[in-house]
DNA sequence: ACAACTATAAACATTA
DNA sequence: CTAATGTTTATAGTTG
């Protein structure tokens, strides 16, 4: 499989969990008893444009619209922790199942032959719902992949089974798409661990008791009861976007295609599907090895999402923004606006650290999730083709910012970053030494830095020609080899009209609003300047680049601070602080 | 309603 | 000639 389509499995993992999540919202508005509650108010603030609709409507862009990034790596990682929690339980389940047959087999002479093999093991690993599929005698893990775990906090004793045990190597998302490729590494100590168990099934499963998963058995279904009890009625729907509690679904099936990292195979129906993982994701050492690196890249984003936690409730505090008042994840119901059940799975996955970290992420977690990322408006959510995911800088004018916290996001995961193309190529640009690139440059940075970018390469390619011809403050100079083009910063900060002046109710706005959009340009450079050796290190510092005295270092929102002119030559001093947006 | 922005698409021109 | 690179024009959505 390519990097791209392990990318691209994770996005849409997350945002199947997002839709569950919206769907809850709306289920949660609609739902006759909470309405008038205090309850409700944790689904508040999802655009009621949005919590209205069904959420298995929503498409991949509209829910980046409504997700920021930070919410969709919560899911993400979510989603990451279900299949590991799945694989631990089913490895449970294994050895019951064995112990089970141990016992059959021992009273009735001989046992259903084959075809079981898989379906057998699996097979009921992926029933989630055990009144269509009665679950074995006992089986405490029949209900991996229910649902519910999809959204419930993780519990850190959960999510430290034996494969925790895994190497901490740190592993660079980047690098997954090697890791997934290999073949199960032999001999690793997940694999032992397994086999400390006596899980190793191969050899036994054949026998296994015949489960094959009858597929689409299941009636479409009506009432659910989510996470966090709250009721909720799904529609028939077949889309298998909303996976996880549909029996007619399973989270690692959807749009008819296998959802295992790197597969991606076909399957005409869920019973298809479920032959197929019984066969090609068998318990084996590939399949071991691959949920070792989910695992890690689990972690990795865990680790992030720590630090970036940390660092906002550092800037909380200093701003005096009372860090603790939103009070700890574990409280569900979180009045902050803008965080709702959803902190509940921001929480649950920052307090499942592995490594104990102490998480000063928890408690400033809460805030960080309701960011709204950039064009999180219901305007975006408008129907139609593509979403339209304008997302102009208004939002996000700290890109430098914004891009460096969620670098590591950007670059794995297949959503469109919130940025314009200008702000793009401009932030290319100056990110490399010389404050020049040549078209095709550009190009590989826009690749590089997102993965969104790596697909529909045409239509974005024509984009940012445009804007690069378009826009006065791309100027195309001539060099010894071919073209290249700079950045005017003067340009580019012109071409913002000012817009909100600072003023005392920005912080207010911040709080309750918490949405860029609200900041005004001071603030944002403030962000922007605070982030911005994450993602600048290397051009900005360089020293050959004093030219990078320029103004401008500082993405969009540097203009505030202070555009000097550019070549000391001429340059029109702003007569008001640039601030715009 | 309107202007300013931005995204897309596409026709064309120019250059390597 | 082809592909890459640039320019322009047109259309449409979003926002203030």
Known sequence: MSPAELLHFQQQQALQVARQFLLQQASGLSSPGNNDSKQSASAVQVPVSVAMMSPQMLTPQQMQQILSPPQLQALLQQQQALMIQQLQEYYKKQQEQLHLQLLTQQQAGKQQPKEVRGLGRAGHALQRTPALHPPLQFR?????GIPEQGLVSLQPSQASGPLQTLPQA????????QLWKGEGAPGQPA??????????????????????????????LSHHTLPNGQPTVLTPRRDSSSHEETPGSHPLYGHGECKWPGCETLCEDLGQFIKH???????DDRSTAQCRVQMQVVQQLEIQLAKESERLQAMMTHLH???????????????????????KVTVSAADSFPDGLAHPPTSAAAPVTPLRPPGLGSASLHSGGP????????????????????HEFYKNADVRPPFTYASLIRQAILETP????????????????????????????????????????????????????????????????????????????????????????????A????????????????????????PLGHDDAGAPVEPLPSNGSSSPPRLSPPQYR
């Open 140 to 144: 405490p893990g029949w209900r991996l």
């Open 170 to 177: 740190a592993v660079c998302p980047t690098d997954l798409p």
């Open 191 to 220: 694999e032992d661990s397994v086999k400390q168990e006596g899980l190793d099934l191969t050899g036994t499963a054949t026998t296994a008791t015949s489960f094959a998963a009858p597929p689409k058995v299941s009636p479409p």
């Open 277 to 283: 993982l019984n066969t090609e994701h068998a318990l």
């Open 321 to 343: 923004m009372r860090p603790s008042e939103p009070k700890p994840f574990s409280q569900p119901l979180n009045p902050v606006p803008g965080s709702s059940s959803f902190s």
């Open 387 to 406: 979403a339209r995911r304008r997302s102009s800088d208004k939002f996000c004018s700290p890109i430098s910012s914004e891009l460096a916290q969620n």
């Open 434 to 525: 010389d404050r020049q690139l040549t078209l095709n440059e550009i190009y590989n940075w826009f690749t590089r830095m997102f993965a969104y970018f790596r697909r529909n390469t045409a239509t974005w390619k024509n984009a940012v020609r445009h804007n690069l011809s378009l826009h006065k403050c791309f100027v195309r100079v001539e060099n010894v080899k071919g073209a290249v083009w700079t950045v005017d910063e003067r340009e580019y900060q012109k071409r913002r009209p000012p817009k909100m002046t600072g003023s005392p109710t920005l912080v207010k706005n911040m709080i309750s609003g918490l949405s860029y959009g609200t900041l005004n340009a001071s603030y944002q450079a």
């Open 527 to 550: 962000l922007a300047e605070s982030s911005f050796p994450l993602l600048n290190s290397p051009g900005m510092l360089n020293p050959g680049s004093a030219s990078s005295l320029l």
